[in-house]
């Protein structure tokens, strides 16, 4: 039972090597609760660099810049920031058609249905009012879908939401 | 106090290749940088961003660390996202230039007058509490074009301070005069040459 439980949840072991797997250069930031063990761990990952910022609109700034750049950006906000960043999101992203990898803390999802928390009910709404397709990543087993979103990013120029359903796991 | 469009000359003829992200009225193509460049494939206009020309020239500042980058930001746009201030300063690039066009007014909007500009913001202050590396501050254009050369061999990130002569944009947005290129192919131009294609 508590092995079931272990395996049914979301590692940053699992979320950090999909990033490198997609050759991440700089992951753009606002902690919230669903990264909070990600941190310690993309800390201590040489091939990454973080970039905390003071308000999630600026992530998406950031990132068009560093692409921009040459490098090879993520953003990793919680659902929260994605309201907040909404203009940035519009003007840097989709106007400006870059290819960017949204990672995004999904609070209030539950698989029970009813959740209080309206961050939770509407940031789908929001997501495909922008036309941002987005995947979502619950366990270890959904990791790959972060790969899926580099490629469709990619491959169509668009931003590409993920979506993670759930705490890490220590 | 600096006129606009010889303000964004001053700091072009010293750019050398350094990418340049002007935003509103340093970036206006009646009398900002548009109008005096020397290098529009190093130019990346950032209009409409809700004051997040200095998150872009970051981003760019870091990917780019042996190049020069010159974000030309304006007073209101600051104030819209003051927490940028500290977002660059943590991550301390030392090639980074912000410029910062202080004309006291919403400029394109018919000139109201911001906050603070009634004299109770001290923008240097501001900077140096933010954590810049050095801070500088010109009135005149005798100074400015004297003192560039001391702003740019200093170590980022820099804040330079401008006080700058306010031209109001009155003309309703439908009938302003255009960029050349559009906002899209900018970045693919700039993408493009710092990538070395050009």
Same mark, same amino acid.
Request: with cysteine; proline share 5%.
């Given at each position: 039972m508590t092995t079931e439980v272990y395996d049914?949840?979301?590692?940053?072991?699992?979320?950090?090597?999909?990033?490198?797997?997609n050759n991440v250069s700089h992951v753009v930031w606002l902690p919230d609760s669903e990264t909070n063990f990600l941190y310690n761990m993309m800390m201590e990952e040489p091939t990454i660099d973080?970039?905390?910022?003071?308000?999630?609109?600026?992530?998406?700034?950031?990132?068009?810049g560093l692409w921009v750049g040459g490098a090879n950006p993520v953003v990793l906000i919680q659902n929260t920031g994605v309201f907040e960043a909404g203009?940035?999101?519009?003007?840097?992203?989709?106007?400006?058609?870059?290819?960017?990898?949204?990672?995004?803390?999904?609070?209030?999802?539950?698989r029970r249905g009813l959740t209080p928390d309206s961050a939770g009910r509407f940031i789908e709404h929001i997501l495909?009012?922008?036309?941002?397709?987005?995947?979502l990543v619950e366990?270890?087993?959904?990791?790959?879908?972060?790969?899926?979103?580099?490629?469709?990013?990619?491959?169509?120029?668009r931003p590409v939401a993920v979506l993670i359903g759930t705490e890490f796991g220590a | 106090m600096i006129n606009n469009t010889d303000a964004v000359r001053v700091i072009d003829n010293n750019r050398e290749d350094a990418v340049i992200v002007p935003t509103m009225n340093a970036g206006n193509?009646?009398?900002? /940088?548009?109008?005096?460049?020397?290098?529009?494939?190093?130019?990346?206009?950032?209009?409409?961003?809700m004051g997040k020309a200095s998150n872009v020239g970051l981003g760019i500042a870091l990917a780019q660390p042996g190049r020069k980058?010159?974000? /030309?930001d304006g007073d209101g746009s600051l104030l819209m996202n003051l927490g940028a201030l500290v977002t660059t300063s943590t991550k301390a690039p030392k090639n980074f230039y912000h410029f910062l066009f202080n004309n006291g007014v919403y400029a394109v909007t018919g000139g109201q007058p911001i906050p603070g500009s009634d004299g109770v913001t001290d923008w240097q202050e501001i900077a140096r509490g933010a954590g810049y590396a050095a801070v500088f501050s010109f009135d005149n254009l005798e100074d400015f074009t004297t003192g560039i050369g001391e702003v740019l061999a200093a170590e980022g990130p820099v804040f330079i301070h401008l006080a700058v002569e306010p031209e109001i944009?009155?003309?309703?947005?439908?009938?302003?005069?255009?960029a050349s290129r559009t906002a899209q192919q900018a970045y693919q131009e700039v993408t493009a040459a710092l990538a070395g294609d050009n």
């Open positions: 049914s949840i979301l590692h940053p072991a699992s979320l950090v090597a999909e990033l490198k797997k973080l970039i905390p910022v003071c308000r999630e609109g600026e992530t998406m700034a950031v990132a068009a203009d940035s999101i519009r003007g840097l992203c989709l106007d400006l058609n870059q290819p960017l990898v949204m990672l995004v803390g999904y609070r209030g999802w539950t495909h009012a922008w036309g941002i397709n987005y995947y366990t270890d087993d959904d990791a790959d879908r972060i790969s899926i979103a580099f490629d469709e990013s990619q491959r169509l120029n | 193509v009646r009398f900002g /940088l548009p109008t005096v460049t020397s290098n529009q494939n190093l130019d990346l206009p950032i209009s409409g961003a980058v010159m974000v /030309l944009e009155n003309t309703p947005v439908q009938f302003r005069q255009r």
